[in-house]
């Protein structure tokens, strides 16, 4: 079945090591997106990709970087994690056609710092 | 201003009984799109339903439907006869504009508990 995939789907890594978010696609979607959603909150975009264009919301902080090296996978990069960057990261991804179509989810990763 | 406002932070209901979750939402577009997700403990997102702002016809899928009011800007959700696994947290989303990459904008989620 076509789908995204997120892993791993636990990380644990320590304050100020940094840590690589993989999620991958089979739905060949033109746009990839990045959430971060923390404890009983909403998700929280940080990013997307539009096919190779990448597109960072203005209140994402600079220690967040996102790659996307082919259609299938795009990665989140956190250069150095702090305890607030402890959440629930989710990879979602759409088509980009001129209808409505929903953004498909991930499983998601939670990230734990230490 | 919130773009999406979801009133109710928690709601319990009876198995078998039938729930609405409220939703209502704040855009000055004319093309736009609605969407519930339920999101169950293990964290994934799942696409319930989908209503569009020119659509006449409420969405139905299944037990889910959306109870649409345009005039009255509010997309609520109707889950009839609840089961034990429609326990999760439920979220209203709302993307404006027509074919592009726009993000989707989240209300804050109601939890909702089916009792046995």
């Known amino acids: 079945d076509a789908m995204v995939i997120q892993n791993p789907r636990y990380q644990v890594t320590q304050f100020g090591k940094p840590v690589t978010l993989s999620c991958s696609q089979t739905?060949?979607?033109?746009?990839m997106y990045w959430y971060q959603q923390k404890s009983s909150q909403a998700p929280k975009l940080l990013f997307h990709y539009y096919d190779k264009d990448f597109n960072n919301e203005a209140d994402t902080p600079d220690n967040f970087q996102s790659r996307r090296p082919n259609t299938s996978f795009c990665f989140l990069d956190i250069r150095s994690p702090g305890l607030g960057d402890a959440a629930m990261y989710l990879c979602?991804?759409?088509?980009?056609?001129?209808?409505?179509?929903?953004?498909?989810f991930g499983p998601g990763t939670r990230l734990l710092v230490l | 201003a919130q773009k999406i406002t979801q009133t109710q932070p928690g709601m319990f209901v009876q198995e078998k009984e039938a729930v609405t979750l409220d939703c209502t939402y704040d855009t000055s577009d004319q093309s736009y799109g609605l969407f519930w997700y339920k999101q169950p403990s293990s964290g994934e997102m799942i696409f319930l339903i989908y209503?569009?702002?020119?659509?006449?016809q409420n969405a139905t899928e299944g037990r889910y439907s959306l109870n649409f009011q345009k005039a009255r800007k509010s997309a609520n959700l109707v889950i009839s006869a609840s089961q034990l696994g429609d326990s999760a947290m439920y979220f209203c989303a709302m993307r404006e504009g027509r074919g592009s990459a726009r993000q989707l904008t989240f209300g804050s989620g109601t939890q909702l508990t089916v009792l046995p």
């Open positions: 739905l060949n979607h033109n746009v």
């Open positions: 979602a991804t759409s088509p980009l056609e001129g209808g409505w179509e929903t953004q498909y």
């Open positions: 209503q569009g702002s020119y659509d006449e």
